[in-house]
């Protein structure tokens, strides 16, 4: 990184000032510019000129209590002009409210009551947390990896949400309107010249690279270690992420295998508000980037991105097939493969998906259509975020829902936030019909399932979300599923008071067993899972209990 982002921290009184500034520079003067400033309205003008030079400011840590000027008023003003830096007061006991307060008022992250010591554990970790946030959700102006392509063209968007979710920050350059990236993409070989092409800071150049050749050039954990394992999990959402961090911490030689990227459906919501110990809420992505964090640190190893294509037993073994033919075999093994958006078969829609139609929450093309009327298809949860993750930028959001109230299918809380919602309009009991447009999306026709009328809307985008499809084709002849394709477990096994079939075990099958034991399934991949995070993640967690009880018996 060229330039070191800031942290300035504020204090009028001298003593605290320095103590403040000389822990920040010992712990973070390595990669961050530590700047003090001894008022608020010091702090203010130190702010102005940081802005003036574009210079980044990652951290602001002010105290509240100050002649000139508190420490809410001045990160408030701060927050103007540097809206993504993450804000810490420190207060005195007799602050809490203010800074309570303040979360709601001016975003404020955290409050440090006085005096901090040892920083080893009342500072550091809490500022550690900030700053790798900040650092995972801002665009430093840095020499990275470079994305150039079209709007329009669905393997760019391909390219774009795989470094997204995988983390890997990029800069995305549209050659249609930066003449600069255009020339850049003209300089290549004609013969070579497909988008997306990515540039790389050591001067590769990949012309719409497929996301084996990107995960290797970018150095990705895709082959595995070792050849066997304990406890083999496949599927990184919350439910394989929670396994993998209960399962290593648990001393088991654990592996997970994720055939896109880590977090699941989780890691496409833009925000997650009701995950417990998470007061602001918190989005997908950095769910998914701490609980990988967490799982590694314990002793996991995360494969991705690596499919699973098929599994089969030679007992008392488990064997995973991946993608390009090698077997990983295990004792345990986890299914936790989640589910996908069904998708919506109306005509025209298959030659605008990836220019216009997108699947899921596609957050990464949210900026895309600023000030544009886009369309949200579907009345569950994940659809009232994606409105509400929309809404910031499109200048209207249309929710076409085909049953007759917001509150059949979505929780209480985003019903209101989308009925306080000035630019989100709701279209009940509608279906979309067809799609029209060659090159990308330009109109969709609705159908009132009341009136039975049908109306063609110009549209910018449309983001569906309508239903789900389990994962599970790869256990398809291997473990009990049901007609819709989810895999059945424990006392859903139990029929007539009988086992399943070639069970031949004296117990029954535990919790999150599936019909083969050391087989085990959980998340939304489960017959009758409540499709939740913090249910994926329970269950993900319990599974380990069970597959303890398993191991003690092979
Ligand atoms: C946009 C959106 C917003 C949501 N918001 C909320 C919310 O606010 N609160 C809430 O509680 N819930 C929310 N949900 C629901 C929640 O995300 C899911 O219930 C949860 O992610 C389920 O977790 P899981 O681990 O069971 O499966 P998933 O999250 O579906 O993860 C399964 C993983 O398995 C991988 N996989 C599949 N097949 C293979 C294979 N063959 N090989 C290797 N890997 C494979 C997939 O790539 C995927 O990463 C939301 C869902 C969506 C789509």
């Avoid at 209960?246 to 890691?267: D, F, N, R, V």
Wanted: glycine fraction near 8%; hydrophobic fraction near 40%.
């Amino acid at each position: 990184m060229a330039i070191k982002p800031i942290i300035l921290t504020v204090d009028d009184e001298p003593q605290v000032l320095n103590a403040v500034a000389r822990d920040l520079r010992e712990h973070y003067g390595g990669e961050y510019r530590i700047v003090k400033a001894g008022s608020g309205t010091e702090a203010l003008e130190t702010v102005h000129g940081l802005k003036h030079r574009n210079t980044p400011i990652a951290l602001l840590v002010a105290d509240q209590r100050m002649p000139d000027m508190d420490g809410i008023t001045f990160l408030a003003e701060a927050a103007q002009f540097y809206p993504e830096a993450r804000k810490v007061l420190l207060t005195a006991y007799a602050d809490t409210e203010v800074a309570i307060a303040g979360i709601n008022s001016i975003g404020l992250d955290h409050y440090l009551m006085k005096p901090w010591d040892p920083p080893e554990e009342n500072l550091f970790p809490i500022l550690d947390d900030l700053l790798s946030d900040w650092l995972a959700t801002v665009p430093l102006p840095y020499d990275g990896i470079r994305v150039a392509g079209t709007l329009w063209s669905a393997s760019c968007h391909d390219t774009k949400d795989f470094l997204g979710r995988n983390q890997i920050p990029y800069q995305w350059l549209d050659i249609e309107k930066d003449m600069e990236a255009k020339a850049l993409v003209e300089a290549i070989p004609e013969n070579k010249r497909r988008l997306p092409v990515v540039f790389f800071p050591d001067g590769t150049v990949l012309a719409n690279p497929n996301t084996q050749a990107l995960a290797e050039k970018i150095g990705l954990h895709m082959h595995a270690e070792q050849p066997f394992y304990e406890l083999i999990i496949v599927g990184g959402g919350p439910a394989g992420l929670a396994a993998a961090v209960y399962g290593a911490s648990e001393g088991y030689h654990t592996a997970l295998i994720e055939k896109k990227a880590p977090g699941g459906q989780a890691g496409t919501s833009s925000r997650i508000e009701n995950y417990l110990g998470f007061p602001k809420g918190l989005s997908g992505a950095d769910l998914a980037r701490r609980a990988v964090a967490q799982a590694t640190r314990l002793g996991a190893e995360i494969l991705t991105p690596q499919e699973v294509t098929g599994v089969r037993i030679e007992d008392p073994y488990r064997y995973v097939v991946l993608s390009d033919g090698t077997e990983l075999s295990c004792k345990a093994l986890l299914i936790a493969t989640g589910v996908s958006v069904r998708e919506l078969n109306v005509p025209g829609i298959e030659a605008v998906t990836g220019a216009g139609v997108y699947y899921g929450a596609s957050l990464t093309e949210a900026a895309n259509y600023r000030g544009e009327h886009v369309f949200v298809v579907g009345g569950a949860n994940s659809a009232g975020q994606a409105a509400m993750f929309f809404c910031r930028y499109a200048s209207k959001v249309t929710m076409l829902v085909r049953s007759s109230s917001l509150k059949k299918g979505m929780s209480q809380y985003l019903v209101n936030q989308i009925n306080d919602t000035e630019n989100i309009e709701v279209c009940l009991r509608t279906n979309v019909v067809a799609v029209q447009g060659e090159q990308r999306l330009e109109a969709i026709t609705v159908k009132n399932s009341n009136t039975d009328e049908t109306e063609t809307l110009p549209a910018a985008a449309l983001f569906i979300f309508v239903g789900a499809v389990p994962h599970t084709d790869i256990v398809a002849d291997v473990v009990e599923r049901n007609r819709a394709g989810f895999i059945i477990t424990g006392p859903d096994l139990i029929q007539e008071g009988r086992r399943p079939k070639n069970w031949k075990l004296k117990r029954d099958p535990y919790l999150l067993e599936t019909s083969v034991p050391g087989i085990f399934a959980a998340g939304d991949v489960r017959q009758g899972a409540i499709r939740r995070v913090a249910a994926a993640v329970g269950q993900g967690s319990s599974t380990i209990n069970f597959v303890h009880k398993y191991l003690e018996t092979v």
